[in-house]
């Protein structure tokens, strides 16, 4: 794993014997250590998990809809409205 900067943090796992024998198996065929190698699956799951979380791209047409659906006074739902002005089962009394 390239970079250019110290790795200084420490991270600790718990796992199973398991769990642990396959990541062994797994960075020795891809030729890592299993710092290098869980550190490096570990962040690109990462990345995946977060990436629809930190940027989308829209070509012109798609942004200016997305613009106008921003920019557009809210709708009105009569069914949300009444299910919000009803009492809801907390609020009412029953007999006992």
Request: proline residues 4%.
């Amino acid at each position: 794993m390239a970079t250019t900067q110290t790795r200084s943090e420490k991270l600790d796992l718990r796992l199973t014997p398991a769990a642990k024998q396959k990541l062994y198996r797994a960075a020795a065929a891809a030729h890592r250590s299993v710092s290098d190698f869980v550190l490096e699956s570990a962040l690109a799951r990462a990345d995946e998990t977060l990436a629809d979380r930190q940027h989308f791209g829209l070509d012109a047409e798609q942004w200016a809809a997305f613009m106008d659906a921003l920019d557009a006074p809210p709708r009105r739902h009569e069914r949300m409205e009444r299910l919000l002005n009803e009492p809801s089962i907390f609020d009412r009394q029953t007999s006992t």
